[in-house]
């Protein structure tokens, strides 16, 4: 059976009956640490994504989502708490949009990036990335498809370290471009990647432990939310 993964992708400025759904069902540790933001972006950011996260789980999980607990787990990647720990989580944010996953059998990362004007993103892929891929970076057409080239690179390689729980300084050699499947240089393993869907100026990938193939849906902007299990 292939494993399935889910991913919502939502703007950071939700409608406001969206918004206040989002803040409804964090726990009281999710609360406090949305509070001690002093930016008041960076607080709306965290509650839009810990909310959303919540969400897509609870549909999974046919469970509340304010009834869900995360522990800390191996390497210290947050996991669902029993018994929900069969279902893996991630999540990312980068500009005004946020990315949430659910993976049902394996180990799931999720990254978005915003594709930030005024960077050089040849000198960066030439200081980080292996040489092949600072060179496919540096090929770009345009300062546009530079930025994209590097872009969607970044995504992958931290979707992959997401999945693993790893940091994502030693891993940023890792080859992932034109790759299905891509070893993970700390902790060691293969995982399988994809590009993600994403809006116009975002890229996006996600990753799953393991080389076998998984089946993905992901969904863009906040729709519909999830419905609440009672």
């Known amino acids: 059976m292939t494993d399935l993964v889910r991913v919502w992708i939502v703007p950071v400025d939700a409608p406001p009956e969206t918004?206040?759904?989002?803040?409804?069902?964090?726990?009281a540790s999710e609360r406090g640490r949305a509070a001690a933001f002093l930016n008041p972006r960076d607080r709306q950011r965290f509650t839009a994504a810990h909310g959303a996260?919540?969400?897509?789980?609870?549909?999974?999980?046919?469970?509340?989502?304010?009834a869900l607990t995360w522990i800390s787990g191996r390497h210290g990647k947050p996991e669902l708490a029993p018994p929900w720990s069969g279902l893996h989580t991630s999540l990312s944010h980068s500009g005004y949009m946020i990315a949430a996953?659910?993976?049902?059998?394996?180990?799931?990362?999720?990254?978005?990036?915003?594709?930030?004007?005024?960077?050089?993103?040849?000198?960066?892929?030439?200081?980080?990335?292996?040489?092949d891929e600072a060179a496919y970076v540096a090929a770009g057409r345009d300062a546009g498809a530079r930025a994209d080239r590097f872009a969607q690179l970044w995504a992958r390689k931290e979707a992959v370290v997401k999945a693993a729980g790893g940091r994502l300084w030693p891993n940023f050699a890792i080859a992932v471009h034109g790759r299905d499947v891509v070893s993970c240089a700390e902790p060691q393993a293969a995982y399988r990647v994809s590009d993600l869907p994403a809006p116009a100026g975002f890229r996006g990938a996600v990753a799953l432990a393991g080389?076998?193939?998984?089946?993905?849906?992901?969904?863009?902007?906040?729709?519909a939310v999830p419905a609440m299990a009672s």
């Open 211 to 223: 080389a076998a193939p998984f089946a993905l849906t992901a969904t863009i902007g906040p729709g």
């Open 19 to 27: 918004a206040a759904r989002f803040a409804d069902v964090l726990d």
């Open 53 to 66: 996260l919540r969400f897509l789980a609870g549909q999974e999980l046919n469970t509340r989502p304010g």
């Open 101 to 131: 996953a659910v993976s049902t059998g394996r180990p799931v990362g999720v990254d978005i990036q915003h594709l930030v004007p005024g960077l050089d993103p040849a000198a960066l892929a030439a200081r980080f990335f292996p040489s």
